[in-house]
């Protein structure tokens, strides 16, 4: 079932986060959004996520650093960056 696969979607630009979230959850996903790295980390130490969508730039931690060493070791996740 799509409803218990967790994609946690970390994105500054609200207009870019509500087009995604809105795709996603039209196929059944269910969404977690964060603003930042910083925010996601938190959220992956609290949630269960099966798969991160981050953005590549954003404020206080970018998705390389959130899908680098310390990211990868919280959550253990697939992480999908987006320019």
Same mark, same amino acid.
């Given at each position: ?16 986060? %509500?087009?995604? @979230? +809105? ?13 930042? /790295?910083? !925010?996601?980390?938190?959220? %992956?130490?609290? @949630? +269960? ?13 970018? /998705?390389? !650093? ?18």
């Amino acid at each position: 079932m799509k409803k218990e696969f967790g994609i946690l979607m970390v994105e500054d630009s609200r207009t870019q986060a %509500l087009k995604l @979230q +809105q795709m996603l959850e039209q196929h059944g996903y269910y969404v977690t959004h964060c603003q930042n /790295g910083l !925010e996601a980390m938190t959220t %992956l130490l609290n @949630q +269960q996520i099966s798969i991160v969508i981050t953005d590549w730039i954003m404020p206080e931690m970018d /998705g390389s !650093e959130l899908a680098g060493p310390s990211g990868n070791m919280i959550s253990g996740n697939m992480f999908i960056l987006s320019c």
